[in-house]
């Protein structure tokens, strides 16, 4: 065991964990977040998608070791209930969320995209969100809420 001091949406946590602990592990054990996810545990699903220093990664292979001083935000930390993130607004007015479990991926995804690329093309969009797994089946509703959302970040 050995000490880490977590920034995990701009608050400071200290934890007790293993060094090679998954990431996500600390962020829902020992921080207490509901999201991420635990989707495959293989990095091949999304579901555990946070921001690492404005990259997003996947948290169950990110050993907290490699963490460091970085800055990790997850998808409570983009936005709040009174100023929401344009992602986190569109989808609500596309009503993409049925069941919700894999919109941690999607959105922390998608809103690294939007920072780095204002009016990304169907094609931008496509290849960044590639590899994430719905199982609803509402990529449609994804892609127009990506859209919608650029739209507002104008």
Not at 15 to 24: E, K, V
Not at 32 to 53: I, K, S, Y
Not at 106 to 129: C, F, G, H, R, Y
Request: with cysteine.
């Amino acid at each position: 065991m050995a000490k880490f001091t977590l920034n995990v949406n701009g608050k400071s946590h200290d934890i007790d964990a293993d060094p090679d602990m998954p990431l996500l592990y600390a962020l829902r054990n020992d921080i207490g977040l509901n999201n991420p996810h635990f989707g495959c545990g293989l990095a091949q699903c999304g579901a555990c998608t946070v921001h690492l220093n404005g990259t997003p990664v996947r948290a169950c292979v990110t050993p907290v070791t490699s963490v460091g001083d970085g800055k990790v935000v997850t998808m409570a930390g983009l936005g709040t209930p009174e100023k929401p993130h344009p992602l986190q607004t569109a989808y609500v007015q596309e009503q993409v969320t049925q069941c919700g479990y894999c919109a941690n991926g999607w959105v922390m995804t998608a809103a690294a995209l939007l920072a780095n690329k204002k009016k990304p093309s169907d094609a931008e969009i496509k290849q960044a969100l590639e590899g994430l797994k719905c199982r609803c089946g509402t990529h449609m509703a994804i892609m127009r809420a990506v859209k919608r959302a650029a739209e507002m970040m104008g």
